[in-house]
């Protein structure tokens, strides 16, 4: 009685050949991902830097405040103060987010 609270069930042949295809499938995904490098490409490096600049420019400065500026309008019109907090957190997003994403993606351990 006691033998059989402790037995290991027999697995299908349907079942063993998941676990293959499985392991298969992760093994090759191990092998292509060491050949991946994140931040190594420079593809749209131009494109990248362009957008960068602007954000983080007067383009941003102009975003964050027309964003700002629509939240107050709508707090006014409506009587609530949530349209100004998201547009202050989204102004504040535009102004801060490509600076922690170029910190993100360009991190070395």
Known sequence: MIAKAFAV????????????????????????????????????????????KWLGGSLGILISLATFATGIMITVTKHSLMPVAVAAAAALAIQVAPAVFTTMITATL
Do not use: E
Request: charged share 10%.
């Open 9 to 52: 069930p027999a697995f299908s042949d349907k079942t063993m050949k998941r676990v293959a295809n499985a392991t298969f499938a992760g093994a090759i995904a191990a092998v292509l991902m060491a050949t991946a490098y994140a931040g190594a490409d420079t593809t749209f490096a131009a494109a990248t830097t362009m957008l960068t």
